[in-house]
């Protein structure tokens, strides 16, 4: 049995954030989820497949995010109790879907569980959803610790299913994947089966009706505010003269930074758990008694400006300011030792930071930057491609593993803006430039947003070579499956769907498909792609190995090594391919046996065929 399915109401567990909201999820009767994956979020929907195998709690990977909040609202609407998974940036594609949704409302509870990453961990922005609750009007909840992720997460469904529109949790990085205790509460029975009762002017948004929706919205908002204004996940503690308001980490932060000053008997804090809408009375109740405010809250002013509007609005004439104060900025995450420095220098209160360890002495260590893995297709396919459109070439690439094909040697790639990007931009490239012009997207991104710009590519009459890298799974957040997998090898039971067929379908005339590891043929095939005077697409279809390794495919194949009464030390292996198998030995060049999984492209561009399989 999955440990988060334990019906064991008041034992205590070590769980990981998300974790803990997927517990909390089931307690509140979960029927229906969907995602798409995508860190920090990615280990809610791990569970929920997991539990889904055992359970008749229906889950599915759904193709892009807007998919899965349309999937969700629906059974949602039908009345079943509903999750939907995503980060941050995948609320910008689920945003057309969600702003009308708060219109439409639903039956059943939905909750939207939305990760930022502060500090861009793993995203390529960094931005405030808080910002999507205030724009959709819809109520927003931000939990502090593992315990609150589950009891904030069967609150979300009941308050969703009591005011009949979705509640947003918000989470950030640092949130997700804490480890803390968490006592469980008791399974509710879940609905997997309701009855859709018909109304077509609350459903069918068409002007008239939506202008009706849109004040039975804002109705709601005011029963929400009324509720955010009571709510127990909101709080004032203390009773000095210096309030502090804060939400989600930084909570604990001020809590360790008040107690590391010894200042509890001069501060006031107001947490806000129950962020949005704004619980104004308690702010206003909060700025009376204290005589300045600082707010500590990671990336944009949005508590402090609202604070310094509904103090203006009641005539309070204290200090409100959060941003610019010590070392609280805009950018990044927040750390206990930036908050304690804001809170002393804010407060006035003589303060020494601690010495840091005087590390001079000490070598440097050497650097680690993210890397393509050893016998990653992605590599070979870059290396042939490069071989034929040579250095000149744009490669506007995409969002997956593949985008480390920006670091040198590779260095292929020039422009990426979000997921699907790749294929849209290189049709502005091509008409823009004389430049050949050969763009890179995963296969789960593919299915994801690519499709919409091939079709648009091959409408509009576009001339570049799409480079689908095909391996088989969603590699960079966990082998998550998508539409293009085999399902049988991941032990699933969807229909696998044909990357091929859908080019094909597009409109697509040229198609090359290629092994990446059949080095001279694969560059054969980039020559004619490239030659070609249309658009052109080639498919590289390899297995990542780590996600062959864990359902069996792998090949077992003898790793290689240099014979050095061969090697001339051109270094073509590490200059051209830099696989980190490979490392210099002094002056010579060597390959880690541990490391390489015999994957031979090494060896195919070995001008004195000095890498060989190593002998047993």
């Known amino acids: 049995m999955h440990k988060l399915l334990k019906d064991a109401p008041g034992s205590h567990f070590l769980l990981l954030g998300n974790e803990a909201i997927a517990r909390g999820a089931l307690e509140a009767g979960l029927a229906f989820a969907t995602c798409y994956p995508g860190t920090p979020s990615s280990e809610i929907p791990e569970q929920f497949q997991n539990i889904s195998r055992e359970t008749d709690l229906y889950f599915e990977y759904s193709v892009n995010e807007k998919v899965a909040m349309e999937v969700a609202a629906g059974a949602a609407t039908a009345g079943l109790r509903t999750m939907v998974t995503m980060k941050h940036v995948g609320l910008n594609v689920a945003a057309d879907p969600l702003m009308t949704l708060s219109y439409v409302g639903v039956k059943g509870g939905m909750v939207i569980v939305n990760a930022d990453d502060p500090s861009l961990f793993s995203s390529q922005n960094e931005q405030d959803n808080r910002y999507y609750a205030r724009l959709s009007g819809l109520p927003m909840l931000e939990p502090s610790n593992t315990q609150e992720m589950k009891d904030f997460t069967v609150a979300a469904f009941d308050l969703s299913e009591k005011l009949e529109i979705p509640v947003i949790i918000r989470t950030t990085t640092r949130i997700n994947h804490i480890r803390g205790d968490v ?116 990336l944009e002013p949005i508590v402090e400006n609202d604070l310094k509007a509904i103090a203006q609005e009641v005539g309070l004439s204290l200090k409100i300011q959060g941003k610019g104060v010590a070392g609280l900025s805009r950018l990044f995450e927040y750390d206990p030792g930036m908050v304690r420095q804001a809170v002393a220098a804010y407060l006035g209160i003589d303060y020494k930071a601690p010495v840091p360890v005087d590390l001079s002495a000490a070598p440097q260590l050497p650097g680690r930057p993210p890397n393509l893995c050893a016998g990653c297709p992605h590599r070979a396919t870059y290396y042939s491609v490069k071989q034929a459109f040579g250095k000149d070439a744009i490669h506007p690439t995409d969002i997956g593993c593949y985008t480390l094909g920006l670091l040198p040697p590779i260095s292929m790639a020039d422009f990426l803006i979000c997921m ?9 490239f091509s008409r ?82 290629v092994k990446p590891f059949k080095v001279a043929k694969t560059i054969e095939a980039a020559k004619a792609a490239r030659d070609y005077d249309g658009l052109s697409v080639i498919i590289s279809q390899e297995y990542c190995p780590l996600f062959a390794k864990a359902i069996g495919e792998r090949k077992k194949s003898r790793p290689f090594q240099v014979n050095h009464s061969k090697c001339k030390n051109h270094r073509d292996c590490i200059n051209l391919i830099a696989c980190p198998a490979m490392y210099l030995d002094g002056e010579q060049v060597e390959i880690n046996k541990d490391l390489c999984i015999g994957c031979s492209v090494c060896a195919q561009i070995c001008p004195e065929n000095a890498i060989l399989p190593l002998k047993e």
């Open 183 to 298: 006592a469980f509460g008791a399974l509710r029975p879940r609905k997997t089966k309701d009855v859709f009762k018909k109304n077509p002017f609350r459903y069918v948004t068409v002007p008239a009706v939506s202008r009706n929706l849109h004040k039975i919205l804002l109705e709601k908002f005011d029963k929400a505010l009324a509720l955010s204004n009571e709510s127990p996940f909101n709080s004032i503690t203390g009773s000095g003269k210096f309030g502090i308001v804060t939400n989600g980490v930084s909570y604990n932060y001020v809590l360790d930074a008040v107690k590391d000053l010894h200042i509890e008997d001069k501060v006031s804090i107001l947490r806000l758990g129950f962020s949005w809408p704004m619980p104004r009375e308690l702010c206003k109740t909060f700025m009376k008694k204290v005589e300045k405010v600082l707010v500590v809250e990671e």
């Open 432 to 513: 823009a430039t004389d430049q050949k012009v050969a763009a890179f997207i995963g296969d789960s991104t593919f299915f994801h947003s690519g499709i919409t710009g091939l079709i648009n590519a091959v409408h509009n009459n576009h001339k570049f070579t799409l480079v689908i890298l095909d391996n088989g799974t969603t590699a960079m957040t966990g082998h998550q499956p998508h539409p293009g997998v085999d399902a049988k090898a991941m032990g699933l039971d969807g229909t696998r769907v044909s990357i091929e067929e859908i080019v094909r379908a597009c409109g697509v005339k040229d198609i090359h498909l």
């Open 420 to 428: 699907g990007s790749s294929v849209s931009s290189a049709c502005g």
